[in-house]
């Protein structure tokens, strides 16, 4: 069930989504604790503490005391399959014992899109292996070790004022015509008929899925932190939508 603002700590807290997923926990009245590798302040915070979640310290025991939440944006892309088994595997991993070992039992991931997933990983050439298996090894982690686990998987996340390249992202108006335009009707309706197309269909799913907006993710997020929304697994861009939707700061 929803719970009253509390202690709430964000991994990644420095980062696109993690700096807004602080923001709204922070309307929402909560004391947020963001662990962060880089140390580098993007949000208002009430606490900050970059401390390395790629070893277990006394640092971070102490970031997750009396906490009774914890969200990872922790996640890379590019670099070799060990750099982003890594970075989106390991670290997630380490950040979810640390969590479980401070009695922590909400943990919430934010991780890829199945639609993102099946399509890549069926394309010849390993592409993008270690960034998958990371995701997978992290999902594993929090879903096997709390009791009220919570996976957001966005597709593609789009905002902000500039286009970026790694990773690929558009600002907020660009993207916002964009998501209108492939969340239509029609659009959706050849998405579902070209969709079962044997060696196409994964591809043009993908490549009409509509992406997200960060603040949809960051909200999404906040509310499945606060217990505020009932599902387990939130995945693609209208059920992101719809629990950012059901946010009650």
Not at 185 to 193: F, N
């Amino acid at each position: 069930g929803a719970a009253a603002p509390g202690k709430v700590v964000v991994f990644g807290g420095s980062g696109f989504v993690g700096s807004r997923v602080v923001e709204q926990l922070k309307k929402a009245g909560c004391e947020v604790v963001s662990v962060s590798r880089s140390g580098e302040v993007k949000a208002d915070l009430s606490t900050w503490s970059p401390i390395s979640v790629g070893t277990a310290s006394e640092e971070l025991k102490a970031a997750l005391a009396g906490a009774s939440c914890a969200v990872s944006c922790v996640g890379t892309i590019g670099g070799s399959d060990a750099e982003m088994r890594k970075g989106n595997g390991t670290l997630n991993e380490n950040a979810a014992k640390a969590a479980k070992e401070a009695g922590v039992t909400r943990f919430v991931y934010v991780s890829v899109a199945d639609v993102v997933r099946r399509t890549v990983t069926a394309l010849p050439g390993g592409l993008l292996g270690g960034y998958f298996e990371g995701k997978k090894a992290a999902e594993a982690a929090v879903e096997e070790g709390f009791a009220e686990p919570v996976i957001v998987c966005p597709s593609f996340i789009y905002g902000g004022e500039e286009f970026e390249l790694t990773p690929p992202r558009v600002p907020a108006g660009y993207g916002s015509s964009i998501e209108k335009l492939l969340g239509s009707a029609p659009i959706k309706s050849i998405s579902q008929a070209v969709g079962s197309v044997p060696a196409i269909g994964g591809v043009v799913k993908l490549t009409l899925a509509p992406p997200v907006n960060v603040d949809s993710v960051a909200k999404a997020t906040a509310a499945a932190a606060l217990g505020q929304v009932t599902q387990t697994r939130i995945d693609g861009t209208a059920a992101i939508n719809s629990a950012a939707e059901a946010f009650s700061p």
